[in-house]
Every structure is written in C-alpha cells, then in structure tokens.
C-alpha cells in the first residue's frame, strides 16, 4: 500500500474518531445547558500537528457539518454557533501551534476560548441581542478548564504518536517534549 493511501485512510479514521467523539459528548452531562467538553478538538488539534492544516480544515468542516446532520440541526441557530466557534477556534489554535508560543495544552485553551467567543458572537447576531454576554465568564472558565484537559490529552499522544508515520511532517514536537528532562514521558516509553 503506498503512503499517500495510508495517510488518505489515516485521516478518514481521524474524521470518524472525530464524529464518534463529538456525538458521544453530548451524552456527557456538564450541568450547563449548551455546554459541552470539547474532546473533539482534541482530535482537530492532533491533526494540526500532524497533518496539512488544509486536512486539518477539512476535517474540522466535515465534523461539524455531519454531527449536524445526525443531531438534525444543520442550518439552525445551533449549527450557526457550531461553525462560527469551531472556525475561529480552528484559526487560533492553528495560529498559536505554528508560532509555538504555547505547548499544545495552550494552544487548546486558546481554542476552547475562542470556540467560546466565536458561538457567543453567533449567539448576538442571531437573537438581536446584546444579554448572552453575560454568559461569558462562567462559560469561559469551563472552557479554559475543559481546553487544558483536552490539551493534556493531546500532548499525551503527540508524544507517543503512531500517525507521524504516514504524515510526512517533522517530529519536532516529539522531540522537544519527550527529552530526557521530561521524566514523566520516559518512564512510560520504557
């Protein structure tokens, strides 16, 4: 099998792992209506990482556009506040991963509080009104709180990543983060 067919089915098991997910989360109860983890990003994260940012958009895109189809709310206000935060956060994670500022556990906190920003600002323009701000300071906590989880979670794999394989990319965040100064990571490789 060559390697662009590996890398093509690569990215078709990151869309699925990503729908999968996203779906899922919505059974997990945040005790905040409309809130939800976020584990998605996890996946989007690892693919900005790992892959192209252009596979990483696509399947950003195609996640949001299929939970929607399968949640029935393609085209609603819920799809609009999907899109609008998913998007924005996809451009500051991609921003603040290739100007590598942050590890990835910043870059999913900046994520998470602009999927945030972006789905209140859908929400304004779509009920005419300015009083969903105040949302803001309790949904962006969790979100903060939720984006470190989600960037812990990725550090983790970026560190021990199978898909950098079929990728074609550089490793140099494997290498920076799995060193022997990080012992954490060399006790589990071993």
Do not use: W
């Amino acid at each position: 099998m060559n390697q662009q067919l590996k890398r093509l089915m690569i990215i078709a098991m990151m869309l699925a792992l990503a729908i999968i997910v996203n779906y899922m989360e919505s059974f997990i109860p945040v005790f905040i209506p409309g809130v939800r983890l976020g584990l998605a990003n996890v996946i989007i994260l690892i693919m900005l990482y790992e892959f192209k940012f252009y596979e990483s958009l696509l399947v950003d895109l195609l996640r949001i556009l299929v939970v929607s189809f399968i949640r029935g709310t393609f085209l609603s206000p819920v799809f609009f506040m999907s899109l609008t935060g998913g998007m924005l956060s996809f451009i500051g994670m991609l921003l603040f991963s290739k100007i590598k500022i942050f590890t990835s556990v910043g870059v999913s906190a900046v994520g998470a509080i602009l999927h945030t920003i972006g789905q209140i600002a859908a929400l304004i323009v779509i009920t005419n009104t300015i009083n969903v701000i105040s949302y803001v300071p309790i949904i962006g906590m969790i979100s903060i709180a939720t984006g470190v989880l989600s960037g812990f979670i990725c550090h983790t794999y970026l560190v021990r990543s199978i898909t950098n394989n079929y990728t074609f990319v550089d490793t140099r965040y494997k290498e920076k983060y799995s060193n022997s100064s990080n012992k954490e990571y060399n006790e589990l490789e071993s």
